[in-house]
Every structure is written in structure tokens, then in C-alpha cells.
């Protein structure tokens, strides 16, 4: 939806709220005074932060993950990890390893219901930001869907990596704190071209 309009609709909203408020105090009506305040504050909240959008257009994918990270921050990253450095052949590679549990990974089953895919990069980036490396921009699908090989399961590569070439290993982690399992990167590669 355009940003433009959803400015308009609440800004419109807000003086509605105005006018209601306008005749709530002229009729002497107190018990709806609180709810229309209310009300016009959220609208013109509503109004200042799509101010603030520098984009044209908004989804409600995007306020839903603005309203997440305001209100729900995400608690700071902190795992333990173990880096190795070494060579296969002529090819130099940095591993990262992570102790169970390891950060968490966001992905999405494909439609044939096989493969996993990331297609949201944001725990990506978040693991290797906490690790010092730069972020990727593009989403993968899980190695195993593109060469049809089992050895390529739980693997994703982004060959155009600033770097090298990334390789994300997943894996299945308990957090027995929380009784929980999710999945999880279990290592993080980066190999020279």
C-alpha cells in the first residue's frame, strides 16, 4: 500500500477523533472522553510514523516487523564459537563452529515440503554481525534443492560473498534451559576463491 495514502487515512482518522472530542466536551459526555483521546493520540502516532518512512510503498509485513522491533527488541546475541583457520588444497577457509545451542536460524519449507530455504537473511546477518563479517543481501535456497545431492542437505552457499564464498551449516539445537529445539547454524565457513 502507498505510504502517501495510509498517511492521508490517518491523519482523516485523527480529525475525526478531533471532532468527536469537540462534541464530547459540548454535550457533556466524560465517560467517552478518555477513549477519544486514546484514540487521537494512536491516530496521529499513526500519522507521524509514516512521516518518517522514507520508502514509497509499506506492506503490513513491514509495520508488523517495525512494531516487533520497537516494541520486542531481540535480546543480544551471545554464543560461544570456536574459529579455525586452515587449508584444503589451495583453498584457505575460516570456520566458525558453535557450541550447542547455537544462534537460531528463520527458514521456510519449500511447497514440495523437502528442503528448507532462507529466505528472510535478517538471523543471517544478525550471526554474522556478532561474528565481525559483513552481511549477505540475498536470500538462498538449501544447497541440497540446486545439485540434488544428500551430501548438500543442511547446507547453504552464497558464492558472491565479499569474502569468499559462505557456506552456512544447520543443525538441530536444544536449549535445555527453555525445553525448546529449533534449528539452529552449527557452523559458519568462508572459503577463499
Known sequence: MDVATLKYIALGLFLI???WLIRIVVKREGENLIRTVL???IFLGIFFYLQQQKSEKITFADIKAQIKETFFPERPLHCVYYKDEGARGANRYVRYTFESPGPKLSLTM???QKYFHINDVRSVNRVLEY???PEVKNAV???ASITGSRNDINLYRWNDYPLGILTIE???CQDRDKLESYQCISAVVITNR
Open 170 to 172: 544447520r543443525d538441530i
Open 39 to 41: 484514540l487521537g493520540i
Open 141 to 143: 535456497a538449501e544447497l
Open 17 to 19: 477523533c478531533v471532532i
Open 110 to 112: 519449500d511447497a514440495d
Open 131 to 133: 561474528l565481525g563479517l
